[in-house]
Nanobody, 123 residues
Framework: QVQLVESGGGSVQPGGSLRLSCAAS???????MGWFRQAPGKEREGVATIHTYGATTYADSVKGRFSISKDNAKNTLYLQMNNLEPDDTAMYYC??????????????????WGQGTQVTVSS
């Protein structure tokens, strides 16, 4: 059973930074991990994904501002978020997809989810 636990959310002013972490346990064949977010009244959307071999993808809205990375020794996924904007306000979720050769930015393709961590960007 895969378990994912997010941390690092909070409230920041526009232009600020946050780093989200996702501690993963109980898996050995999760080829894809990703960050998704969901704002009130909106569908869950992909933010960034990373494959075991290092390939990354980003949503256009966060390119150049967010960076996804993994520490395999610590089984931890990160999302460095810089130059945050009010539109980045959402609940952020960590997700894992097993035995995958590609890492789609589609929430329905992921098998395991964390409980989420809230990010609020406002002045």
């Amino acid at each position: 059973q895969v378990q994912l636990v997010e941390s690092g959310g909070g409230s920041v002013q526009p232009g600020g930074s946050l780093r989200l972490s996702c501690a993963a346990s109980g898996y050995g064949s999760s080829n894809c991990m990703g960050w998704f977010r969901q704002a009130p009244g909106k569908e869950r959307e992909g933010v960034a994904t990373i494959h075991t071999y290092g390939a990354t993808t980003y949503a256009d809205s966060v390119k150049g501002r967010f960076s996804i990375s993994k520490d395999n020794a610590k089984n931890t996924l990160y999302l460095q978020m810089n130059n945050l904007e009010p539109d980045d306000t959402a609940m952020y979720y960590c997700a894992a997809r097993l035995l995958a050769s590609i890492c789609p930015m589609v929430a329905g393709r992921y098998d395991y989810w964390g409980q989420g961590t809230q990010v609020t960007v406002s002045s």
